[in-house]
């Protein structure tokens, strides 16, 4: 699923190719993907609109029109959704979770276009995605959206992440808390900060969240410039029978808040063994 660094790709690309863009017509006949309007409603509010600043709040996304005297563009990448501009695209690394190449796009199946913006000078905005649970939505709500996790300072960190007995790993992955984080983000950075996703988050005093915050945003920025989460130097170990590439012991697995979790047996483990 795309997390934060996806987003903000997908984020990037539309305030490079596709900002000062008069929208001539739009393709909103998804009606799930774009509910809860119906058939033309988002089309009648962008049409002769012009695309102006591409903003992200964890994995939330959308588009000021007009300076912000227009609508705001919400789009949400869902599953495997990708921002398709011209030969330029950004969002699911994998599209469709295919396995194939990140520019399958190119040659996919029509029926995966969900939304499109056409533009006046004649190129293309358009929502791929596969699984068609991505979203195209007017002026999105962020009400329940924490803040975002690369903005968040150390202090409101400290506040939001560190307390109650819920495990890190859940903590720092609701998005109420702290927005953008993900499975796989939450895995390479606890692992990287050799901190144990089943701690519980209060038990943290205000070093080790710092820490974590430091590494969480260092995790973050290697995503994006490589390409996505996957990239991480644990990913590839998130297998069965495979070992931690830092120290050589075993990968542990287990379910936490309801996601498959990987481990390091000694660097992460808890409670810690006893001296």
């Not at 396995?99 to 190119?106: C, E, R, T, V």
């Not at 969240?209 to 995790?219: Q, S």
């Amino acid at each position: 699923m795309p997390e934060l660094p996806e987003v903000e790709r997908a984020r990037a690309l539309i305030e490079r190719a596709g900002l000062g863009r008069e929208i001539t017509r739009v393709d909103d006949n998804d009606t799930y993907v774009c509910r809860p309007h119906s058939p033309g409603e988002i089309a009648e509010a962008l049409t002769g609109r012009t695309l102006t600043k591409a903003l992200r709040r964890g994995k939330a996304m959308w588009v000021e029109t007009d300076g912000g005297d227009g609508p705001d563009l919400g789009l949400h990448l869902g599953m495997a959704g990708r921002i398709v501009i011209g030969e330029e695209s950004g969002g699911d690394p994998i599209y469709g979770g295919s396995g194939g190449h990140p520019d399958q796009h190119l040659s996919g199946n029509p029926a995966w276009r969900r939304f499109t913006l056409e533009f006046a000078d004649g190129g293309t905005l358009v929502l791929f995605d596969k699984r068609r649970l991505g979203r195209a939505v007017l002026d999105p709500n962020l009400d329940g959206v924490g803040p975002d996790a690369m903005e968040i300072t150390a202090k409101a960190f400290r506040g939001r992440v560190g307390r109650g007995e819920a495990p890190l790993k859940s903590r720092i992955m609701d998005q109420s808390v702290l927005a953008g984080v993900g499975n796989l983000l939450a895995d390479e950075t606890l692992w990287q900060a050799k901190l144990p996703p089943l701690r519980p988050a209060g038990d943290l005093d205000d070093d080790e969240l710092d820490h974590l915050r430091r590494t969480l945003r260092k995790a973050t920025r290697a995503a994006i410039k490589h390409g996505g989460v996957h990239t991480g130097e644990v990913i590839p170990f998130r297998k069965r029978d495979h070992h931690c590439p830092r120290c050589g012991e075993p990968m542990l697995r287990a379910a936490v808040g309801g996601r498959t979790t990987w481990w390091c047996s000694a660097e992460q483990a808890w409670p810690p063994a006893a001296s």
